[in-house]
């Protein structure tokens, strides 16, 4: 049976209906089930699940809808209704005694004196209210995607024009004067500054530079489009000449995708000019204008947060492309986990939720091996079947091909699960994955993966086979989620364990060398 229900004027934020969705698609009986607004997003996924019924014609934006398809005979659509109305409940009653402006303006009245607004609501509203607070004089940090890019221009020049920040669209990080922002992780306060236009990259740099002893200034986002031509990096060099003239910043860290090469120029004759040592992370891009640029160039995430580092302490700058641990304990690692597989066991799976980290992987990886992913580095690697088997993939599971209708992966571990069902077979060799774990990120990301390495091993069990399954978490000792715990669950599982993504690729590299896949 197909059945909806719409509530008028009843607004709840995605990410708690998305979550609400999950927990009702478990229940017995329940095929599929799709709750949230009537945004022309949402009814276009009813409408692809084959759900839309009359009682959805009307339905607006501002109107909360549940739509499933059922066993009748095992559920009712009552029961779905009180499932949904018995979790909203509950965090209603979890967040009872907060005050919650009802727009904007009266939530600037209210804190008075706030200079920063983060905006998390469909794209479609997101840059008139991000105009409100920019013309308010508000520095913007903007989660919302879905935000046109004449609307992003606009913005960025507005902010400009006002010497404010304009951080996003389709921002996921930031650490301002100390306190995390979305995703982000708890580090040391220190004298590093970052600006970055790349979510996970910008974690992993900010969790190695506090593991190796420092901190942060300020961590500036920008956004993933902003080194694009059309925009022009208006927010890179306004937290560039932010960070120059901050006085607890002495070190400044960039990174981001390769940025467009009229873009590129102004960064870097930006940089040219700068009384402040910058290390530049524009991961796949040419190292030669970032060194003629006086700048300092990186192998790697992790060697960008190094290089930082010694560069404030007056050390020696060098790469680092190698390993913490001593060769011959590589080598032991590399040995027995090529023992333990069959000679037609020759693929990679590497499942990601951070898109840089995955960047980072097939950068690496596809100097040598023919990597297709759904973010390759160039066209002819595209992979062209989502659900398909052969070859070495590496997914970012956070693109919006796979976050459409449901929470980014960080959030909610599932749409990796379902991929280690699909993906891991008995022609796979190696799994790499990451675990992101800080603000915004699962109570439990290590948990999950150690629960679906353990599934996938059992399903190998029965041809007699095993996986080599190599991870890193991108996380410190201050995070939630308790990063040791985080790790010590992991190795539990059987998992290879390494101490940056850039590390758990390079091991990943020598195990494939290895076994000759």
């Known amino acids: 049976m197909i059945q909806s229900i719409v509530r008028k004027n009843a607004y709840y934020d995605s990410v708690t209906l998305m979550l609400i969705s999950r927990e009702m698609k478990s229940m017995e009986g329940v095929e599929e089930v799709l709750v949230g607004m009537g945004t022309e997003l949402n009814l276009d ?34 029961q779905l209704v009180n499932s949904f109305d018995e979790q909203i409940n509950r965090k209603k009653e979890a967040s009872a005694g907060d005050y919650r402006p009802p727009t904007l303006r009266s939530a600037i009245d209210h804190l008075g004196g706030a200079n920063l607004v983060q905006i998390s609501i469909p794209g479609q509203y997101a840059a008139e209210e991000a105009e409100t607070a920019l013309k308010a004089g508000l520095h913007v940090m903007m989660f919302s995607d879905n935000v046109s890019i004449k609307d992003e221009l606009r913005l960025k020049q507005v902010a400009v024009e006002k010497g404010l920040l304009m951080m996003g669209p389709d921002c996921g990080t930031a650490i301002i004067n100390g306190v995390p922002l979305c995703f982000a992780n708890v580090v040391s306060k220190g004298r590093i500054g970052l600006v970055g236009a790349s979510g996970t990259g910008t974690q992993e740099i900010t969790v190695r530079i506090d593991q190796l002893g420092e901190g942060l200034s300020q961590v500036i986002g920008t ?21 120059l003239k901050d006085p607890e910043t002495d070190v400044i860290v960039l990174v981001s995708k390769p940025p467009h090469p009229t ?42 947060a190094r290089k930082a580092v010694a560069l404030l302490r007056g050390e020696k700058v060098e790469d680092f492309d190698g390993f913490d641990a001593p060769e011959e304990e590589i080598e032991k690692l590399v040995s027995d986990a090529a023992s333990t597989l069959a000679a037609d066991q020759k693929y990679l799976r590497a499942l990601y939720t951070g898109g840089t980290l995955a960047d980072e992987a097939i950068k690496y990886l596809g100097e040598n091996y023919p990597i297709y992913s759904n973010i390759p580095l ?27 209708g449901r929470p980014h992966p960080m959030i909610d571990p599932l749409t990796r699960t379902e991929f280690f069902k699909t993906h891991v077979d008995g022609s796979t060799a190696v799994v790499l994955v990451d675990v992101v774990i800080g603000y915004g990120s699962h109570e439990d990301p290590a948990g999950a993966v150690a629960e679906s390495v353990n599934a996938a091993r059992e399903r190998l069990l029965a041809e007699n086979k095993d996986l080599v399954v190599v991870a890193s978490v991108t996380g410190t000792d201050k995070d939630p989620q308790d990063l040791a715990q985080s790790i010590t669950t992991l190795e539990r599982a059987g998992i290879i364990v390494m101490p940056s993504n850039a590390q758990a690729v390079r091991l990943v590299g020598r195990i494939m060398d290895k076994i000759g896949a």
Not at 272 to 299: E, H, N, R
């Open 263 to 304: 873009v590129e120029k102004k960064i870097v004759d930006l940089v040219k000019q700068a009384d402040k040592p910058v290390v530049i992370d524009f991961i796949g891009g040419d190292a030669a204008s970032i060194i003629a640029a006086g700048a300092t160039p990186c192998v790697s995430l992790e060697d960008a």
């Open 378 to 404: 160039t066209p002819d690697r595209a992979l062209a079947n989502l659900g398909g088997l052969e070859g070495h993939i590496c997914l970012d599971l956070g693109e919006d091909e796979f976050t459409r």
């Open 45 to 78: 996924l009813v409408r692809n699940l084959k759900m839309f019924d009359a009682n959805l014609e009307d339905v607006t934006p501002n109107d909360l809808f549940i739509a499933a398809k059922f066993n009748d005979e095992l559920v009712t659509m009552e």
């Open 223 to 243: 956004g993933g489009r902003d080194l694009r031509e059309e925009i022009g990096g208006l927010m890179m060099i306004q937290g560039i000449e932010a960070l």
